[in-house]
Nanobody
Framework: QVQLVESGGGLVHPGGSLRLSCAAS????????MGWYRQAPGQQREFVAN???????NYADSVKGRFTLSRDNAKNTVYLQMNSLNPDDTAVYSC?????WGQGTQVTVSS
């Protein structure tokens, strides 16, 4: 059974940082594309970033230069380092592999 579990969300001031984690079981993250998406209240879910099996990363323009994806194959976990956060980054962040989604983790950027 495949499970994706996100963690690391929380409340942060503008300009602050958070690191989200997506830990997988039941599949090997280094064999699949893995993506992060976010959904703000009243808005559609939007793409944030993804990482390919060979480690190539791709970012939405809105987060490019501020967010960084990395993967720890030994822990079967992908990390999303988020820097220079602003209120527009407030959303529920979810990780996705194929048809599988995590439960999401709330990120709130507010002063």
């Amino acid at each position: 059974q495949v499970q994706l579990v996100e963690s690391g969300g929380g409340l942060v001031h503008p300009g602050g940082s958070l690191r989200l984690s997506c830990a997988a079981s039941g599949l090997a993250l280094d064999s699949h594309y893995m993506g992060w998406y976010r959904q703000a209240p009243g808005q559609q879910r939007e793409f944030v970033a993804n990482i390919s099996p060979n480690g190539y990363t791709n970012y939405a323009d809105s987060v490019k230069g501020r967010f960084t994806l990395s993967r720890d194959n030994a822990k079967n976990t992908v990390y999303l380092q988020m820097n220079s956060l602003n209120p527009d980054d407030t959303a529920v962040y979810s990780c996705n592999v194929n048809i599988y989604w995590g439960q999401g983790t709330q990120v709130t950027v507010s002063s």
